[in-house]
């Protein structure tokens, strides 16, 4: 049984900073896709970045959205992963889910991301 328990949430000011911790038991991170999704009030889940697997190069994707000012980590050996989250603005409010094997694999129970001044 995989699970997933997300930390690191919080209100910060526009362009202020917050890094997202996602502690992970039961799976070796580095064999799954992994990643970041978010959901605002009202709106659908959408991803915010991923790391494949190993065995597809574990290369990143982020959306549109949030290039250049996330970056997502996975630290295989601690089973954790991370999103550093810069230049936050308002419209990055969100409750932020860390997820293991795609849509259809394993979700934390979110934590709540709120950027306002």
């Known amino acids: 049984q995989v699970q997933l328990v997300e930390s690191g949430g919080g209100l910060v000011q526009p362009g202020g900073s917050l890094r997202l911790s996602c502690a992970t038991s039961g799976s070796t991170l580095e064999e799954y896709a992994t990643g970041w999704h978010r959901q605002a009030p009202g709106k659908e889940r959408e991803a915010v970045a991923c790391?494949?697997?190993?065995?597809?190069?574990?290369?990143?994707n982020y959306a549109d959205s949030v290039k250049g000012r996330f970056t997502i980590s996975r630290d295989s050996a601690k089973n954790m992963l991370y999103l550093q989250m810069n230049s936050l603005k308002p419209e990055d409010t969100a409750v932020y889910y860390c997820?293991?094997?795609?849509?259809?694999?394993?979700w934390g129970q979110g934590t709540q991301v709120t950027v306002s001044s």
């Open positions: 997820n293991v094997g795609g849509r259809a694999g394993y």
């Open positions: 790391i494949s697997s190993s065995g597809s190069n574990g290369g990143t």
